[in-house]
């Protein structure tokens, strides 16, 4: 198969100040009705002298088809996963969302979140029903919050939990975390956040699953819990989790499981089993939501019957057939964001699991660990590509280009920079630090068919035969991009970095 | 779902595909490859309990569309809920563009691939800047609880201390989330936050008591600006300058739509802005269209400390062309795991693309015309309830919100009003007892005066 002829829009699209006309505007909005204006006179003299706005902010000034214009054209020089085969970006479950669930999502769109109980019950089935029916019987968990409105705040979650537990049971000094260095950064920054110290385990070096021993070296007295990604974010399996737990247990901590990634384990295992008292999982990766150009997003956060009272207010409850908040909860830890969540990403992710049964999330678990075997035994035989540990990977993999570089120079920065020449989006490189060194990590969702995988197999073996032929034609990529190479030298300098124009302007004009 | 049932969202359930997969890979089947990586002992093996699926699509839309028929909304009813999320008109233009499928379904894609995205995050980065009157914002963040909590600690970084001030006329949702970013399991980390009064007769911060508790060991003073209850904090830059007469930082949280007629916190000496953008063009989603922001001068030592995504211009080998990229990004969690700056996540990016194509769309002279008819509106409602008896609106100089007090309990006047289909003001009794039976009104462009008229004339009825 020889990857397509592509070439990403290019508009040349100057920044909106740049298209700004003096006088021009997008919008009217509504002035106040007469009656009003005589009863009140001007808005502006109801502002306290002090605090009156001098000058207006410098603001663009665009009529509205302008506007328009120019953000198409902006989301036209985006390649998000609608537009091709997105599965390169790993760790990230870019799988399909289906566009009906867009429109179900809008049915919320005007509803105000404090609204009183009995005009929210709707939105609040959907949440109860979705934790209670849907993720209760995925993870083995009891209770469940959508509150946090990121995986990563999850985590934070948890973290804030096991902190509150801790100090309930006149235990403060616990201030040790535990975690494996192929968890997802949030398994380390948001505890360290909280306070704690993070130990960082490392797999053993032969065969790179999570190293017991390790374990048992690292707990003891101080051990508040650990923060487990598993399966870890190069794709393997820690078969020993069952026995993680018990140790930590054991040494009186609690157990966080990161299920970011639970595509390929729905129905298979789970986190009760395993020994988990907290979990979270991604709900717009495994189960569905637009990713947004990162957020708004949702985490799934369960916790074990223990736990419960722990969980962060309001808690949706049922009682008598009717669906309420429950902010008396005085163990609780408080809030970690504003309201409910984002509830319209739960919305979606219901109606995912309605139309997936519980046949169509284990065919999709299935199928997107298949997938990872499928695509495995094709990239494994592209010449530059090497696997640093030889065990078997559920939902995806983390690969090296370390000998491509080796040999001709170009490393997964300009693998990436070329392969959007083929229309396929830049690789996820993977989280630092690089353990792995020239790392990818593709993540063959359920969502991608034989052919799509065949054909992104096809760009990375076409990318590997330039740099091995042609080096230069690589590391001068992109060829056929909406911008050609950035100056990457000023991001770290005070002087020349711009995060506004106005900076910009005040450096460089 | 038998075994031949090919599932629309899974193309691979096709089952010869799946055997030609299968047959690729040397495997008889997914059980087989699966007892290769996971214990028996940890394999689920029975099917999960679930309701039945909906497989069509035509089903699966009345069965959800169905449940949330049992809400009700604020187009069915008036609304005069504010407090953290409120209700603004979202123009056209905006749900066109978040809706655009290479934004609502990219994620991490790179510079190149995603140029357009990083050029609308910069642009709202820019913009935000311009209305707050700083020169450095980043990617937002989730809500304006956890923008206020990013600034705190940055201002504990920044100037090495340990205790903030906060006063009591700020948001509780806000503070609640605050105090889990402060607290820590290490004393050492903790940041201590101490309550200013506000005065009862104006609703703003008491100047006396935040003096009292200014000293050397105060990293920040935190305010908002309108407060939670609705008040222009008028003496700002006297707050500012008296959190810099002991060397801390004055960290402002602001309503961003009121910034086309309110000065710019940068104006009364903010050094770290913060905030919520939903008004500006995202919708309420019961809740679900938060989205927090920072910002800051531009000066090293605050851009060190920042936990976001920063995105810089730069150019390219190409003349007068520009390209994006992280600025600093060391310092983010992506890199630095437990050494980062608190940390980074998915967080809000598409409602910061709506709120970019809103402050582009209303410029600056919308954003000037849209405050004027906020302050009208709200300050009519304010007048008209004030002159019903059993009905007092305690405070005057406020933008949108305001507290009104009964004589009747909320909880019976919020009962009522629903049977005339409003929805009252949030009920401030038990959060604010000092100010007696109150609720906090919110009133914007979307009340016309009928809407108002209705109010009226309900609570004429209901508190008689």
Redesign the interface.
């Known amino acids: 198969m020889n990857p397509r002829e592509y070439h990403a829009p290019r508009w040349s699209e100057p920044i909106i100040h740049e298209l700004s006309t003096s006088g021009e505007r997008g919008f009217i909005p509504p002035t106040s009705e007469k009656k009003i204006k005589e009863k009140i006179g001007s808005g502006a003299s109801l502002i306290p002298e002090g605090m009156r706005r001098k000058t207006k902010p410098d603001l663009p000034e665009l009529s509205q088809a302008q506007v328009l214009r120019h953000y198409l054209r902006l989301s036209q020089m985006t390649l998000g996963m609608e537009m091709e085969i997105d599965l390169g970006v790993g760790t990230c479950t870019m799988k399909y969302s289906p566009k009906i669930n867009e429109e179900l999502a809008g049915l919320i769109k005007d509803v105000h979140p404090l609204q009183p109980e009995e005009t929210l019950q709707g939105i609040l089935e959907i949440a109860y029903e979705f934790g209670n029916k849907y993720l209760r019987e995925i993870s083995g968990m009891d209770a469940f919050t959508f509150q946090p409105p990121g995986g990563s705040v999850g985590c934070y979650n948890n973290a804030l939990i096991m902190r509150k537990y801790h100090a309930d049971r006149g235990e403060p000094h616990r201030d040790e975390i535990i975690t494996t260095i192929f968890s997802h950064p949030c398994d380390a920054a948001t505890p360290a956040t909280a306070g704690y110290k993070v130990i960082t385990l490392y797999p053993d070096p032969e065969t790179g699953l999570p190293d017991t021993e390790a374990l048992k070296e690292a707990v003891g007295p101080k051990t508040a819990g650990c923060f487990i990604t598993n399966p870890e974010d190069i794709g393997i399996f820690n078969r020993n989790i069952d026995e993680w737990t018990g140790i930590i247990h054991d040494a009186g901590g609690l157990c966080s499981y990161d299920q970011a990634n639970a595509n390929a384990i729905m129905g298979v295992t789970r986190a009760r089993e395993a020994g988990f008292d907290m979990l979270f999982f991604n709900l717009h990766k495994t189960f569905s939501s637009p990713h947004g150009s990162s957020g708004p997003g949702s985490a799934g956060v369960g916790v074990v019957k223990e736990l419960e009272e722990y969980l962060p207010v309001p808690v949706i409850v049922k009682k008598d057939g009717a669906y309420m908040l429950d902010y008396d909860r005085p163990k609780s830890i408080g809030k970690v964001r504003d309201f409910m969540g984002n509830l319209q990403v739960v919305l979606r992710c219901y109606a995912w699991c309605m139309a997936m049964g519980a046949k169509g999330l284990r065919e999709a678990a299935e199928v997107s660990m298949i997938n990872n075997q499928y695509l495995m035994e094709k990239v494994k035989k592209i010449k530059g590509v090497t696997l640093t540990y030889p065990s078997r990977r559920l939902d995806q993999a983390r690969w090296s280009l370390e000998q491509m570089k080796q040999d001709t120079g170009v490393g997964i920065g300009d693998v990436n920079k070329r392969v959007i020449d083929y229309g396929v989006q830049s690789f996820f490189t993977s989280h630092h630090p690089w353990l792995i060194p020239e790392p990818f990590t593709p993540e063959p969702a359920e969502t991608y068919s034989k052919a799509d995988i065949d054909y992104w197999c096809s760009v990375l073996e076409k990318v590997s035969e330039e740099a091995y032929s042609d080096p230069e034609l690589v590391k001068s990529a992109p060829h056929n991009s909406s911008i050609h190479k950035i100056d990457w030298d000023g991001f770290n300098d005070p002087d020349r970095w711009a995060m506004s124009w106005r900076a910009y302007r005040r450096k460089h004009k | 779902?038998g075994k031949d049932?090919v599932?629309p969202?899974?193309?691979?359930?096709v089952p010869k595909?799946?055997q030609?997969?299968?047959d690729?890979?040397g495997?008889k089947d997914?059980d087989e490859?699966?007892t290769?990586?996971?214990?028996e002992?940890?394999?689920?093996k029975r099917?999960?309990?679930?309701?039945?699926?909906?497989?069509s699509?035509q089903e699966?839309?009345r069965?959800?569309?169905g449940?949330?028929?049992?809400?009700?909304?604020?187009?069915e009813?008036i609304?005069f809920?504010g407090?953290?999320?409120w209700?603004h008109?979202v123009?056209k233009?905006c749900e066109?563009?978040q809706?655009?499928?290479?934004?609502?379904?990219?994620?991490?894609?790179?510079?190149?691939?995603?140029?357009?995205?990083f050029?609308?995050?910069?642009?709202f980065?820019?913009?935000i800047?311009?209305?707050l009157g700083?020169?450095?914002?980043?990617?937002p963040t989730?809500?304006?609880?956890?923008a206020a909590g990013n600034s705190v600690?940055m201002a504990s970084r920044i100037t090495g201390r340990n205790e903030i001030l906060v006063p009591r006329n700020a948001?509780l949702?806000?503070l609640?989330?605050l105090?889990?970013?402060c607290?820590?399991?290490?004393p050492k980390?903790?940041i201590k936050i101490t309550l200013v009064d506000y005065e009862p007769e104006t609703g703003r911060v008491d100047l006396n008591d935040l003096e009292s508790k200014l000293c050397e060991n105060i990293a920040g003073v935190y305010f908002e600006n309108p407060n939670y209850l609705g008040v222009?904090?008028?003496?700002?830059?006297k707050i500012s300058e008296l959190a810099h007469s002991v060397g801390a930082e004055s960290i402002v949280g602001v309503d961003p739509i009121s910034?086309?007629?309110?000065?710019?916190p940068a104006?009364?000496g903010a050094d770290i802005a913060c905030g919520e953008a939903q008004p500006l063009g995202v919708?309420?989603?019961?809740?679900?269209?938060?989205?927090g922001f920072i910002a800051s001068r531009?000066?090293?030592r605050y851009?060190a400390e920042y936990p976001l995504r920063?995105?810089?211009?730069?150019?390219?080998?190409?003349e007068g062309?520009?390209?994006?990229?992280?600025?600093?990004?060391s310092r983010t969690?992506?890199?630095?795991?437990?050494?980062?700056k608190?940390?980074?996540?998915?967080?809000?990016?598409?409602?910061g693309?709506t709120a970019?194509?809103y402050?582009?769309?209303?410029?600056?002279?919308?954003?000037?015309?849209?405050?004027?008819?906020?302050?009208?509106?709200s300050?009519?409602t304010a007048?008209a309830l004030n002159e019903l008896s059993g009905v007092e609106v305690p405070y005057s100089?406020f933008f949108k919100e305001f507290p009104v007090r009964f004589t009747r309990p909320v909880k019976e006047v919020?009962?009522k009003l629903?049977g005339h289909k409003i929805?009252g003001g949030?009920d401030l009794s038990k959060d604010f007892p000092e100010l007696g039976k109150s609720a906090l009104y919110c009133v914007t462009?979307m009340h016309?005066?009928d809407m108002i008229e209705k109010l009226e004339t309900a609570l004429r009825e209901v508190v008689a």
């Open positions: 779902m049932f599932h969202y899974i193309p691979n359930s595909i799946k030609e997969m299968l690729f890979i495997a997914a490859l699966y290769e990586m996971i214990p002992r940890l394999l689920l099917e999960m309990q679930l309701p039945e699926p909906l497989l699509e699966l839309k069965h959800v569309a449940i949330l028929s049992k809400n009700k909304t604020t187009e009813y609304s809920l407090g953290g999320c209700q008109y123009p233009v066109v563009i809706s655009r499928s290479e934004f609502l379904t990219a994620y991490a894609g790179g510079a190149y691939s995603d140029h357009g995205r050029q609308a995050n910069f642009e980065q820019s913009l800047c311009e209305l700083m020169e450095v914002s980043g990617l989730y809500d304006w609880g956890a600690r948001s949702a806000r609640s989330i105090k889990n970013f607290g820590s399991v290490d980390g903790e222009i904090e008028s003496e700002g830059a910034l086309g007629v309110l000065a710019s104006e009364y919708s309420m989603y019961a809740g679900g269209g938060s989205c531009d000066e090293e851009v920063l995105l810089s211009l730069a150019p390219t080998n190409v062309e520009f390209g994006f990229g992280q600025a600093l990004y969690s992506y890199m630095a795991r437990e050494k980062a608190d940390w980074v996540g998915t967080t809000t990016v598409l409602w693309i970019t194509v402050m582009s769309l209303l410029g600056p002279q919308g954003m000037k015309e849209l405050g004027e008819t906020v302050l009208e509106k300050h009519y007048a100089g919020n009962e629903l929805f949030n462009e016309s005066l």
